[in-house]
């Protein structure tokens, strides 16, 4: 089960889009995603990596430029892009592993 | 930030909060503040934490904080106790998760099709729980710089430590919440403030003393091995010994890619083989002892590998 996550910095999660799913909501946005998104497959090793998006679900938020708008009960927080963390859940022969990636600078490091 | 987004409403609230618009400092302390401060103020006279109260109190300090505006003095108050008081109740949530945990509807789950999210087992959010805490918590933090004494006189009740103690708090909990989504950021700051806590002598006293919670203790240790292990092996590995045996020292496991990564530097990370002082057995993963002449691991001494 793919379950690749966005946490804006206030704790909301953005869950990923995917081809298969957009195919409900547009089928211009489903070939779009198809077209360009990320797949997930077996990693290659890393000379031969290849770049790709990730879409995510802006249900129950509206996106404005680099901030976002949070709808929460009767308020809106609004919350910036850039201090959003990736989570990705991947199987690793060890076992499943969760990688964390930080949007920008917010993070130093991380495993 | 936030932003009201309901005209009725915003009149609502104001009105509820009474002296909120008044241009002095001395107001009346919120309802909302009063019941999460009595649930996170750590100690043995904080309020038990029933599940699902979480939702309800951070929905009733998030209202306080939409009805502020950042620049205004007379609101640094609210804010930053709204501010504390969420950075604590997400820390404490990120095990006892109150975020929404599965997704959207239509959530696509790849190779298993599942018609009904009601019946997915909801996963505990604690990435979302640990970055609304540092969140709440850096902007506390940056409140607290104004040096304001009438910031912390709030409560109507004494603070314990007063703003020393307060602002202690939040770096040790930023800390620990960044050590737990695998980030190392701002963690050598707050342990360098804390030098109690870097001794095997002082901590538990410490930990008591700022009723961190035994779930958050492990943890902590985690921290500190982390932090220690380029100035004394030796304590970073008796700290990673206390994480490790987490369940047995404070009645709570560290997950199991925390005592993996522990173990893996202890047997191949250090500069330092960790021995048995009898036996010279190394450090057993799954053994609390030598099994040759019984000495706990926590005993064990350091060589030069």
């Given at each position: 089960v793919l379950d690749a996550r966005l946490y804006l910095q206030d704790g909301t999660t953005l869950f990923w889009a995917s081809p298969r799913a957009m195919e409900s909501q547009s089928k211009a946005l489903a070939k779009a995603?198809?077209?360009?998104g990320l797949r997930f497959t077996l990693l290659k090793s890393w000379e031969l990596a290849e770049g790709g998006y990730l879409f995510f679900s802006t249900e129950g938020t509206r996106i404005s430029e680099s901030y976002a708008l949070v709808s929460r009960g009767d308020f809106f927080r609004e919350v910036d892009m850039h201090n959003a963390l990736l989570e990705l859940n991947v199987s690793t022969p060890d076992g499943p592993r969760v990688v964390r990636v930080g949007v920008r600078n917010s993070f130093d490091s991380g495993s | 930030m936030l932003r009201r987004s309901h005209p009725g409403l915003f009149l609502a609230l104001f009105l509820s909060l009474g002296a909120c618009g008044s241009p002095k400092l001395k107001q009346a302390?919120?309802?909302?503040?009063?019941?999460?401060?009595?649930?996170?103020?750590?100690?043995?006279?904080?309020?038990?934490?029933?599940?699902?109260?979480?939702?309800?109190?951070?929905?009733?300090?998030?209202?306080l904080l939409a009805a502020t505006q950042k620049s205004a003095r007379k609101d640094a108050q609210i804010r930053?106790?709204?501010?504390?008081?969420?950075?604590?109740?997400?820390?404490r949530a990120a095990d006892d998760p109150f975020l929404a945990a599965h997704g959207p509807a239509w959530l696509d789950t790849g190779a298993l099709e599942l018609g009904d999210l009601d019946n997915l087992d909801p996963r505990p959010n604690e990435t979302g729980h640990l970055l609304a805490s540092i969140d709440n918590a850096?902007?506390?933090?940056?409140l607290m710089r104004r040096q304001d004494p009438e910031l912390i006189d709030f409560l109507g009740q004494p603070v314990p430590g007063?703003?020393?103690?307060?602002?202690?708090r939040l770096r040790l909990l930023t800390a620990m919440s960044f050590t737990r989504l695998g980030?190392?950021?701002?963690?050598?700051d707050a342990l360098a403030r804390t030098p109690e806590l870097l001794s095997l002598d002082t901590y538990a006293e410490f930990l008591d003393d700022y009723g961190i919670r035994p779930r958050l203790r492990p943890w902590m240790c985690y921290m500190v091995s982390h932090y220690l292990r380029r100035s004394d092996e030796t304590t970073a590995y008796r700290f990673a010994i206390l994480a490790i045996e987490g369940k047995d020292r404070f009645g709570v496991?560290?997950?199991?890619?925390?005592v993996l990564e522990l173990e893996d530097w202890?047997?191949?990370?250090?500069?330092?083989?960790?021995?048995?002082?009898?036996s010279e057995t190394e450090y057993l993963p799954g053994q609390k002892s030598s099994p040759i002449s019984g000495i706990p691991h926590f005993e064990y001494v350091a060589v030069r590998r």
């Open positions: 995603v198809r077209e360009h | 302390p919120p309802t909302p503040i009063l019941e999460a401060y009595d649930v996170v103020k750590g100690g043995p006279e904080a309020t038990a934490y029933e599940s699902g109260e979480g939702a309800r109190l951070a929905l009733g300090l998030e209202g930053f106790w709204t501010s504390y008081c969420l950075a604590l109740l997400h820390a850096t902007r506390a933090l940056s007063g703003a020393k103690r307060l602002s202690t980030f190392d950021k701002r963690v050598r496991a560290l997950p199991k890619s925390g202890i047997l191949r990370g250090a500069n330092s083989r960790f021995v048995c002082p009898q």
